[in-house]
């Protein structure tokens, strides 16, 4: 149910996505299921979202892209809702490696699914806490690795749940041609261009 009501969320704001050259250097990650449930401990909350991810191990860029239902803008956690954490596995807790942008940055889609958020960062390895890495070009190779072993999560916080109320695993995405769940990612990230727009 939680699935189908998330694919209904990207869907019903899918937008235009140019088709770019493939490079071997820009990789794409997925949150797809962002519940309660996965909160270590569980927390009871209807609210549900979905997060995708765009690095360019090139060029240290960073787009993201996340979706929830369910939660208003005033319950959002002030400065910094939003986090990426790790290492941990889905039953462990970790302290944050990367902040994503702040509340201010957060817009109603109303009429669409609920409030999102875009964030396109070039980064360049000193912005990480919590890898044991040299800043720089070891932190962002620490930082793609901790991705591709499933080693990191996304979470949400809010007033209700300062703990977090939204948590997911960030798992590699296939190529959109291959599965239904890169379609999604892409077009989330597609996303994240309207949602940078001024309002």
Do not use: K
């Amino acid at each position: 149910m939680q699935l189908a009501m998330i694919a209904r969320i990207l869907t019903a704001v899918l937008v235009a996505l140019p088709v770019s050259t493939a490079s071997a250097q820009i990789f794409n990650y997925a949150a797809p299921q962002m519940t309660g449930d996965n909160e270590v401990p569980p927390v009871a909350t209807t609210a549900i979202g979905a997060a995708t991810f765009e690095w360019n191990a090139a060029t240290g860029n960073l787009v993201v892209a996340v979706i929830v239902q369910g939660i208003d803008l005033a319950d959002i956690l002030s400065p910094s809702p939003l986090h990426i954490h790790g290492p941990a596995t889905e039953s462990e807790i970790a302290g944050v490696v990367l902040p994503l942008g702040t509340d201010a940055d957060w817009r109603d889609l109303a009429p669409g699914p609920g409030i999102g958020f875009g964030y396109d960062e070039i980064l360049t390895g000193n912005e990480f806490a919590g890898l044991n890495c040299t800043p720089g070009p070891d932190c962002l190779d620490a930082f793609q690795e901790l991705l591709d072993d499933q080693m990191a999560y996304i979470n949400f916080h809010t007033v209700q749940n300062i703990g977090g109320e939204l948590r997911d695993q960030i798992m590699p995405v296939p190529e959109p041609s291959a599965a239904a769940l890169g379609v999604a990612a892409l077009a989330a990230i597609g996303l994240t261009r309207r949602l940078r727009e001024p309002a």
